[in-house]
């Protein structure tokens, strides 16, 4: 029996036919709600709780560290400070109508304390000029929690200054006939001092098909098209321009079920950063902020409370470099599991 229950956790690989007609298949389950599929995954896991793993070529580091544990985060941090934090903590929402303790939901006041925990340790490893970014859901369910008690704690930081809020439109999202399909997620932008921020970053592939604004410049009236930096739009706090329908990308890392899109974080780190600096991301789930800052030249020290996400993240980088893949869309990151099954079941 136990043999059959672990063979049950994968799916079997995509067969040729399979993915022409484009009908593909994850190859593992959504790893925080799997106790028995994490216990297995767990001895594969270069990293317990306190250590740090550091890339021995551009200097990455991966931790398994607590956000919320001032000790924990100066341990990677060390003398450093960063312009950039990109954070997507939990939401504190049932994720995907599961709970689990990495995608769960708690009390608002515990959430609020664990919150405030956590960024207070950003802000002091920021330095004197830095951008603050922070991925938040909202609970229509339940008077849209945490988001507008969040952005209310946040005002107690008084040297962080809120700069803007930011939506990312889904692809695809979930409601009910009786209401708006929910398709949004929500970035709060936020910086301390005054740092710069690189405008060019902002413009997307959508080209500008749309005439007017006029203004009269040096006696003459022109149009907005004539006016711009670019024949593109920009992304400005409305971002439809990014694919989140995961099992179709490459950048796919099967069992992430709070992944961001690469494109997203690229954005962020291409706006806020320039190439050496470095990046820090307290909640590193897929790695994907790794795997922008590899792509773009920057350094980033990033870290989950979780070893399987550590550990993933390495994978992704590691996976990375060797195959120029950023994920691995539909297939197993961990071959080895498929080795112990097919043994099971012979």
């Keep these: 029996m136990q043999a059959i229950k672990q063979v049950r956790l994968f799916s079997p690989p995509a067969a040729a036919d399979q993915v022409e007609r484009g009908v593909t298949t994850e190859q593992l389950p959504r790893l925080d709600t799997h106790p028995e599929l994490r216990a297995r995954i767990l001895p594969l896991c270069r990293l317990r709780h306190g250590e740090i793993w550091q890339d021995p070529i551009r200097g990455h580091r991966v931790g398994v560290l607590d956000a919320a544990d001032h000790a924990d985060v100066c341990e990677i941090m060390g003398d450093e400070k960063t312009s950039l934090i990109v954070n997507d903590p939990p939401y504190n929402v049932r994720v995907g109508n599961g709970d689990s303790t990495n995608l769960g939901k708690v009390g608002l006041d515990e959430y609020l304390i664990f919150s405030r925990r956590w960024i207070q340790n950003a802000l002091e490893i920021m330095a004197a000029d830095a951008h603050l970014y922070l991925w938040i859901g909202a609970d229509y369910t339940d008077n849209f929690q945490p988001l507008p008690d969040l952005m209310i ?103 992430c079920y709070a992944q961001k899109p690469l494109k997203a974080i690229e954005r962020i780190v291409q706006s806020g950063s320039q190439e050496e600096d470095l990046v820090v991301d307290f909640f590193a789930h897929s790695g994907t902020t790794l795997i922008a800052g590899e792509k773009l030249h920057r350094r980033v020290f990033t870290f989950d409370i979780d070893p399987i996400f550590a550990e993933l993240t390495i994978r992704r980088l590691e996976r990375y470099r060797k195959t120029g893949k950023t994920g691995w869309q539909w297939h197993n990151p961990f071959p080895e599991l498929h080795d112990s099954v097919e043994a099971a079941r012979l």
């Design 153 to 255: 704690m946040l005002r107690d930081f008084r040297e962080l200054r809120p700069r803007n809020l930011i939506t990312l439109r889904n692809q695809r999202g979930y409601g009910t006939l009786k209401n708006w399909m929910w398709v949004r997620q929500e970035l709060l932008y936020y910086v301390k001092g005054s740092p710069g921020f690189n405008v060019e970053a902002e413009y997307t592939d959508i080209p500008k098909i749309l005439r007017g604004y006029y203004k009269e410049v040096n006696g003459r009236l022109t149009e907005n098209g004539e006016r711009s930096k670019s024949e593109n739009i920009r992304a400005g706090n409305v971002w439809v321009d990014v694919q989140q329908v995961f099992y179709r990308l490459e950048e796919n890392v099967p069992g």
